[in-house]
């Protein structure tokens, strides 16, 4: 069951078990020329986002790794590749990377390739509903495939005892080990981001149209 902390206040360490825990972020990205109204509250978001993680770790102790989404590198190769991708998240990783928090590899390069091909697929007008029906067969395949090796990383690099933080979109379908403690970190100014999307659903969508076909990122669910 995922424990919304992010929202008490005084947690008690004693009603957590002992091994791997793991605080999950909602990863809100930015198109490109964006409203002055909303990019304000994305920037307020990460620095919640921030505060958030800081108190967990004040209850449940420090965090040993950091698993971003759109990642296939770790290390410094991993910090360049979410600089490319220029995410409000930057400034968080770089937080926990300064203290000696580890940013591990999140994702196979091959596999999120080839679901980057098939959103692209996906994006563009198509006469055929046999193509159509086939390209989001593919889709799907791919996602699935990314969903397990993001799993298997999960598996293999967080270890007993360990703190983890994923920041990944929300409407994945990871599904995550029974033996990790999943905490969702759930700042108030998520459900103001989410009123304005909802609010300027249609512009949105095709900011976020051109700006996957730009990076071939898959679009957020």
């Not at 959103?119 to 007008?125: A, H």
């Not at 159509?132 to 699935?144: L, S």
Request: hydrophobic content about 40%.
């Amino acid at each position: 069951m995922v424990e919304e902390l992010g929202k008490i206040e005084k947690p008690s360490v004693e009603s957590f078990k002992a091994g791997r825990k793991l605080f999950f972020v909602p990863l809100v990205l930015s198109a490109k020329e964006l409203p002055l109204e909303i990019a304000v509250k994305i920037d307020h978001y990460w620095d919640e986002v921030g505060s958030q993680l800081a108190n967990l770790e004040s209850k449940l102790g420090n965090v040993h790794r950091i698993y971003h989404e759109l990642i296939t590198a770790g290390g410094a190769d991993g910090v360049k590749l979410l600089a490319e991708l220029h995410v409000g998240s930057q400034a968080v990783v770089e937080t926990f990377i300064a203290r000696g928090t580890s940013l591990e590899a999140t994702e196979d390069k091959e596999v999120l390739a080839e679901l980057m091909d098939w959103t692209r697929c996906l994006s563009i007008s198509l006469q055929s509903e046999t193509v159509f029906r086939k390209i989001v067969q593919f889709y799907d395949e791919a996602n699935q495939k990314r969903n397990q090796g993001i799993l298997k990383i999960l598996q293999t690099t967080l270890k007993e005892n360990e703190i983890g933080v994923l920041i990944m979109a929300e409407g994945h379908q990871v599904q995550f080990p029974a033996d990790i403690q999943l905490f969702y970190v759930a700042p108030p100014s998520l459900d103001e981001i989410k009123r304005w999307m909802r609010d300027n659903a249609e512009k949105l969508q095709k900011e976020e149209s051109q700006a996957s076909e730009e990076t071939g990122s898959p679009p957020q669910a």
